[in-house]
């Protein structure tokens, strides 16, 4: 059985996005709607949006090295 290492798979509210990347809500928000940063909704009428914390960090990789070109 595959394990996983936990903190990768860590849901995190837009706040905790925000904060780990000091980006404003209102733009990690922008970046979720446009689709350039995957995530998940969690419960009912549309859910509260969630973010993956590896794909946020995979996201962080990818527009650093955009900025490096």
Known sequence: MKTHDN????????PQAA???TLSEQAVRRLVRSGALPHVRVGE????IRI???????????ASAGDAA
């Open 52 to 62: 993956r914390r590896s794909a946020l960090l995979a996201w962080l990789d990818g």
């Open 7 to 14: 903190a990768a798979y860590a849901l995190l509210t837009v």
């Open 19 to 21: 904060q780990l990347t």
């Open 45 to 48: 009428r549309g859910g509260a």
